[in-house]
T-cell receptor, first 111, second 113 residues
Framework: GEDVEQSLFLSVREGDSSVINCTYT??????LYWYKQEPGAGLQLLTY?????DMKQDQRLTVLLNKKDKHLSLRIADTQTGDSAIYFC???????????FGGGTRLMVKP | KAGVTQTPRYLIKTRGQQVTLSCSPI?????VSWYQQTPGQGLQFLFE???????NKGNFPGRFSGRQFSNSRSEMNVSTLELGDSALYLC????????????FGPGTRLTVT
């Protein structure tokens, strides 16, 4: 079955860039996503990328997709303390309506 | 535009009881999905409804069921609750023609004692 893997923890200093990595196994994944979850809250859709793209930029966020290696990354430029949260990578099939999530990466931003 | 709302936000039940959780999608969204989040298993897909029909189902026992109403609101039911059902239950909704843009509600925290 599908599997999505992420590292558990990342710590950066305020103002630095953060890079969160994710690998997936399902070669038929059509959409790949990044969600953010703050304590006690639901999931916030940050961005998504279609599998036929290799990069997407949205303000401070840059998503890179290496389809050959099944590797997805999220770069947050000028990381702020408000970016501290758990970040989930997810993939879905071409219908886009069933998400398979990674275990989440806890990002800690130190002032 | 109001976001996805879920009620109740917190719930405490006893083993063996049943529970019903409610989800109101964003206005205009007709697809509603449910996910379970636990520390041990992470986020897992439960089921998805569209136009009052269940389109997809995850790998959960038959004790977990759901339905969708004509106004797209959805409910999920868990019968014969077990301790392991303690979790955050998240609902997500999307437009019919943009299923890849799923917006999540704040969740219902269910504790089974």
């Amino acid at each position: 079955g599908e599997d999505v893997e992420q590292s558990l923890f990342l710590s950066v200093r305020e103002g630095d860039s953060s890079v969160i990595n994710c690998t997936y196994t399902d070669s038929s994944s059509t959409y790949l996503y990044w969600y953010k979850q703050e304590p006690g809250a639901g999931l916030q859709l940050l961005t998504y990328i279609f599998s036929n793209m290799d990069m997407k930029q949205d303000q401070r966020l840059t998503v890179l997709l290496n389809k050959k290696d099944k590797h997805l990354s999220l770069r947050i430029a000028d990381t702020q303390t408000g970016d501290s949260a758990i970040y989930f990578c997810a993939e879905s099939n071409n219908a886009g309506n069933m998400l398979t999530f990674g275990g989440g990466t806890r990002l800690m931003v130190k002032p | 535009k109001a976001g996805v709302t879920q009620t109740p936000r917190y719930l405490i039940k006893t083993r063996g009881q049943q529970v019903t959780l409610s989800c109101s999608p964003i206005s205009g969204h007709r697809s509603v999905s449910w996910y379970q989040q636990t520390p041990g298993q992470g986020l897992q897909f439960l089921f998805e409804y569209f136009s009052e029909t269940q389109r997809n189902k995850g790998n959960f026992p038959g004790r977990f069921s759901g339905r969708q109403f004509s106004n797209s609101r959805s409910e999920m039911n868990v019968s014969t609750l077990e301790l392991g059902d303690s979790a955050l239950y998240l609902c997500a909704s999307s437009f019919a023609n943009r299923p890849y843009e799923q917006y999540f509600g704040p969740g219902t925290r269910l504790t089974v004692t």
